[in-house]
C-alpha cells in the first residue's frame, strides 16, 4: 500500500506564476488535509476535503489560494500569482473515514520557491 | 497566536540516556495531543498521542506527559538511540475536530 504521494516534490515559481500542487491519497482515503510549514515555523493547518466537499478551509488565506479534491484524481492546491513569501513546505496527509486525528499520514511535502 | 509553544529548538543527548521534550499550550479548548516525528526530505509521522481524561500514555520507549493545570506535556524517550534523531513536532488538537495545531519542532540529536 503506497503512502501519500505529492508531487512535484520541488517547485521553483518566478512571482506572479502559478503554483499547482497534487497530492495522492493513500488507497481507502477519502479526506485529505494541507498544511504549511514556513521557514523557522510549524505546520500550520490550511484545509481540509473529502471527496468534491471541502470540510474546513479555515486556514486557508482569503486571496490568491484555492483547494480541490475530485471525484476522479488527485487533490490540488492552487496558488495564483505567488509571492515570495508563499515559498514554503507544504504537506499533505490523509484519513480513512471516520477516523481518529492520529491516523492523518502525511506525505512528503512539497517544497515551493518563489524566486 | 502560537497556541503550541516548544520553546527549545534544538536537544543533544547521549544515546542510552533518557531524552525530555517539552511543550505548552494556551488554548484550553484543546483536548487532545499528539507527537509526530519528522525526518529531512520527510513528512512527520504520528509517534504517540494522549487525551485530556489521562496524565500519562506509555508505548515502548516513549512515554507522554500531561499536566493539564499547567498546560504542559513534555515526551520522555528512554533508553535515547541515534535513529530517534530528527525533529519532534507536538500538536494539538479538539476531540471531533480533523484540525491539529502545530509547535515549531524540537530537533533532538543523540549522540552514539
Known amino acids: 500500500n503506497a503512502g501519500v504521494m505529492q508531487n512535484p516534490r520541488h517547485l521553483v515559481r518566478r512571482r506572479g506564476q502559478e503554483a499547482r500542487l497534487r497530492c495522492s491519497p493513500m488507497?481507502?482515503?477519502?479526506?485529505v488535509y494541507w498544511y504549511r510549514q514556513l521557514p523557522e515555523e510549524g505546520l500550520k493547518f490550511m484545509v481540509y476535503l473529502q471527496k468534491e466537499n471541502i470540510i474546513d478551509e479555515s486556514g486557508m488565506p482569503k486571496e490568491r489560494f484555492s483547494a480541490e479534491f475530485p471525484k476522479e484524481g488527485p487533490s490540488i492546491l492552487r496558488i495564483q500569482q505567488v509571492v515570495r513569501g508563499d515559498s514554503a513546505a507544504y504537506f499533505c496527509a490523509s484519513s480513512p473515514p471516520g477516523a481518529d486525528l492520529y491516523e492523518q499520514y502525511f506525505g512528503p511535502g512539497t517544497r515551493l520557491t518563489v524566486t | 497566536d502560537q497556541q503550541v509553544k516548544q520553546n527549545s529548538p534544538s536537544l543533544s543527548v547521549q544515546e542510552g540516556r533518557i531524552s525530555i521534550l517539552n511543550c505548552d499550550y494556551t488554548n484550553s479548548m484543546f483536548d487532545y495531543f499528539l507527537w509526530y516525528k519528522k525526518y529531512p526530505a520527510e513528512g512527520p509521522t504520528f509517534l504517540i498521542s494522549i487525551s485530556s481524561i489521562k496524565d500519562k500514555n506509555e508505548d515502548g520507549r516513549f512515554t507522554v506527559f500531561l499536566n493539564k493545570s499547567a498546560k504542559h506535556l513534555s515526551l520522555h524517550i528512554v533508553p535515547s538511540q541515534p535513529g530517534d534523531s530528527a525533529v519532534y513536532f507536538c500538536?494539538?488538537?479538539?476531540?471531533?475536530?480533523?484540525?491539529?495545531?502545530f509547535g515549531i519542532g524540537t530537533k533532538l540529536q543523540v549522540i552514539p
Open positions: 488507497k481507502g482515503h477519502s479526506h
Open positions: 500538536a494539538a488538537s479538539r476531540k471531533g475536530y480533523q484540525k491539529v495545531t
